[in-house]
């Protein structure tokens, strides 16, 4: 699965252990789910976070999010919302294929979708991504299908 994260996500998740945003970042640390960004964010992300985060263990974790996140080169220019940084994070995820963008940002919100990405906040992605993941499901309805 394809992510592409919002800057506020980051900041909601270095906040709160228990929050869908952190589970977010932990999937994305391991490895589970593949996240992209573009180099203008993930350095504008690598700077406030820089300011936010006084934890050296907090730290550590941010660096490890930012070593999974995989880069695109945005090539294609999108203005649909009104702040040109949301139309970056857009980009990201159209240049990335990806399935969804985790954002809390009502102006991306508020599209819903674009073209095949899902726009969503995190608590609706995390529940879509255990929804999608949870194999003893798939198993279990696949045995009540005869499959």
Do not use: C
């Not at 819903?112 to 949870?134: A, C, H, L, M, T």
């Amino acid at each position: 699965m394809k992510i592409v994260i919002d800057t506020n996500v980051i900041i909601d998740g270095i906040k709160d252990d228990y929050s869908y945003e952190k589970q977010i970042l932990d999937a994305v640390i391991s490895g589970e789910i593949e996240a992209y960004a573009n180099h203008g964010t993930l350095s504008e992300n690598k700077l406030i976070m820089k300011q936010l985060i006084n934890d050296p263990n907090y730290a550590e974790e941010i660096n490890n999010l930012f070593a999974q996140i995989n880069m695109v080169q945005n090539r294609r220019q999108i203005n649909i919302v009104r702040d040109p940084e949301d139309n970056k994070i857009l980009e990201s995820a159209v240049e990335s294929k990806a399935d969804y963008l985790v954002t809390r940002d009502n102006d991306l919100l508020s599209l819903g979708k674009y073209e095949d990405i899902q726009i969503v906040n995190p608590s609706q992605f995390w529940v879509r991504y255990k929804d999608e993941s949870n194999d003893t499901w798939k198993e279990w309805a696949g045995f009540f299908a005869g499959k």
